[in-house]
């Protein structure tokens, strides 16, 4: 099931709210959300939900382990053991057929691939399973004694298929007490709308012009087309995205859970560095926290520690050496920004620096869609016309002048525009009310246009389903 269907939204949606609000325990409420997030999960994989299950169940009774051994061998030997099941379980899931694939490859063999489906949103609940394992060890958060409060906590529904990637710490008080004022709700239902209309109006429109262009054989894209499409697709991306996580987030919030933001409008960035301060904070904290400092070969690496980030950043996103390219190539310009350090980055004009990250970016997104190596070397081709494609063609002319309204809202709205609204509203009694009316208008006719537009969608996946 995805958010961005009719059925979820007003039909699930309303009904587990009413369940929800109908009960005044907390231990009801949290079996109520256990149920709903189970069928949730099962709507669309009926099989996966017992993996869910019984990974969550080894992780119980492990983390037990912990608490039990404290200062003692057993601990240690429960979180590796831990740790080591998590990423079995997905590297049997997720990178199994990559494996064998490559091994065949390396020394010609012929070795049956397994074709393992993947179960969605495995290497979001996998990863959250891990820091709520390993906090337990670092005594960063207490051992979950009651395995439905656990259970709950990894299958919630809001962010269980596509992130964020929420830490047991950030929520550990609210699963045991929780309330759900009408400032809430307002703020969860607004946020939700928002997301929705960014996923729905904005980034499912920018994805034809990728598809128009990208769909098929690219070598006769002319540069400045290549260049169009591959921007249109960061902007698709980041929309599609950030709209899951602001659902995710006011879904979150109308049941009483506040979830860290995963984006902060990140191409206002001035390098790239930043970019990863902003864009999908969730995972970007979650490697510095967990994998950055561990020792290589015996004591820390600072560097070496870097590139494993990155390394392993780029293949979480998927089973595919561009996302392992991708992930490398943000490492090297963060090395390179590193190495520079700071106060040499200042010094760099503000507009040289703007124009220097936003070709990075822009490249790197190209490197994210392209799983096909060939294709991929078509793409970096093209960006300089060795293809001989042609600088400039009308095609490009004409999808823009197409689509110039889109275009121009979603620029306007990769940038703080509605933010900076709020704030000068804010300091005039008067202007704050117009806004606050202003406010409710838009997000009902947001979410008029979302639901006219989601009539004739019979799939409408988030991108980020598949990592």
Request: hydrophobic share 50%.
């Amino acid at each position: 099931m995805v958010f961005s269907s009719l059925f979820f939204l007003y039909f699930f949606l309303p009904v587990c709210v009413i369940f929800y609000a109908a009960s005044k325990k907390i231990q009801t409420r949290n079996f109520i959300l256990i149920a709903f997030s189970l069928f949730f999960y099962a709507w669309g994989e009926p099989l996966c939900v017992y993996m869910l299950i019984i990974s969550t169940a080894v992780n119980y009774l492990l983390g037990l382990i912990i608490e039990v051994n404290r200062g003692r061998f057993g601990a240690k030997a429960a979180v590796f053991s831990a740790v080591a099941f998590n990423i079995a379980v997905l590297g049997i899931f997720k990178y199994s057929g990559f494996i064998v694939e490559n091994i065949n490859s390396i020394f010609g063999l012929h070795l049956d691939v397994p074709d393992i489906k993947l179960p969605i949103g495995i290497s979001f609940y996998t990863f959250q399973i891990i820091s709520y394992i390993v906090d337990c060890y670092w005594e960063k958060v207490e051992v979950q004694k009651s395995f439905s409060k656990l259970l709950m906590y990894v299958s919630l529904f809001p962010q269980l298929v596509a992130g964020p990637i929420v830490r047991y710490s950030s929520i550990e008080s609210e699963i045991n007490s929780r309330r759900t004022t009408l400032d809430d709700l307002y703020a969860g239902i607004s946020r939700m709308i928002i997301g929705l209309a960014k996923k729905v109006i904005i980034s499912n429109n920018l994805s034809m012009i990728v598809d128009s262009f990208f769909g098929s054989d690219i070598k006769g894209i002319s540069v400045v087309g290549t260049w169009y499409a591959v921007i249109i697709y960061a902007m698709q991306i980041y929309f599609d995205f950030s709209g899951y996580s602001d659902m995710a987030i006011g879904l979150g919030r109308i049941f009483g859970f506040h979830f860290d933001e995963n984006f902060n409008y990140p191409f206002i960035c001035k390098d790239v560095s930043e970019f990863w301060q902003r864009w999908h904070i969730s995972l970007s904290t979650f490697f510095r926290d967990y994998l950055l400092y561990i020792p290589i070969f015996g004591r820390r690496r600072k560097y070496g520690g870097l590139f494993l980030v990155w390394f392993c950043t780029g293949l979480w996103h998927g089973a595919s050496w561009n996302y392992v390219i991708w992930g490398l190539y943000f490492g090297v310009f963060i090395f390179l920004e590193q190495l520079m350090g700071k106060k040499r980055m200042r010094k760099i004009p503000v507009a040289v620096r703007h124009i220097y990250n936003k070709i990075v970016i822009i490249i790197g997104f190209g490197i994210f869609y392209f799983e096909d190596m060939g294709r991929l070397g078509d793409f970096f081709k093209n960006l300089i016309g060795l293809n001989g494609n042609s600088f400039a063609d009308a095609y490009v002319s004409i999808s823009f002048s197409n689509n110039v309204f889109l275009i121009t809202a979603a620029v306007l709205f990769c940038f703080p525009a509605a933010k900076l609204i709020n704030t000068l509203s804010a300091k005039h009694p008067a202007a704050a009310y117009i806004a606050s009316v202003s406010k409710i208008a838009v997000n009902i006719s947001l979410l008029l246009v979302s639901s006219i537009l989601l009539v004739d969608a019979t799939n409408n996946p988030f991108l980020y389903f598949r990592f």
